[in-house]
């Protein structure tokens, strides 16, 4: 028998250490009084979720956190999370979209109702908005929380195609049917020789140029001085 659990088999401290919230695997949970206390609150860390025995998970909220120490010749302390356990029965489940539901009215009846800090997950409820449908009354959708500065890992659902050959599918967001056409000729008031050999020019600036370098020299003197600034500047690209 190991040294800890014949610690754990000598029984605990009658005085047990309390706190409102704790963190651990990445998130930090707080107890439901301590969120009751705070009705302007802008986020919620009581949800918790943690897997079964019996290959179900069980979702609940946390009531109290206590660390537990061990007798023993070097002091062995456990967190507990005292948590309300909704009914795992009656959680609805649907892979195809990745959608859990909880019924929040309910209650698990086991008497287990304890888990050890390291085994939970944190979550968070949403109820439907559409309270007025008696399909949805009661129902909340279950949000699973992102342990902090942690990315989820990754799974072979993510991938569809072969890293080594590179065949597959890659997901491309689709985008709109049609195309954007402009009209510069009704912009610049001038018409575009399309069917000339060359490059087609389509930048506006460009096509200005193009109009000054026809003006005659009695026309110049007739240019705003705007636009004489802007011959010296035509020497630059236009991309630059």
Known sequence: MSQELRQVANDFDNKVKAFSGYDVNGYRFHTRTYERARPHRKTTNSGVCTPGTDVLEYHGIIEDINELC?????????????????????????????????????????????????????????????????????????????????????????????????????????????????DLTEAIGMEVDNEGEGDEVQNAKDIEMLERLHLDDDDEGNIEPSDIEMLYLDNFDSDD
């Open 70 to 182: 061990f007798y023993g010749s070097k002091p062995l302390r456990l967190v507990m999370f005292k948590c309300h356990w909704y009914n795992p029965r009656l959680t609805k489940r649907s892979p195809n979209i990745s959608l859990v539901e909880i019924r929040h009215d309910s209650v698990y009846q086991g008497k287990d109702i304890f888990i050890v800090a390291d085994q939970a997950v944190q979550v968070y409820y949403l109820p439907y908005a559409c309270q007025g449908s008696k399909a949805l009354e009661g129902w909340s959708i279950v949000h699973q929380v992102s342990p902090h500065g942690r990315c989820p890992i990754p799974n072979d659902e993510d991938y569809n195609f072969n890293p080594n050959t590179y065949d597959g599918e890659f997901y491309q967001e689709d985008g709109l049917e049609g195309r954007l056409v402009i």
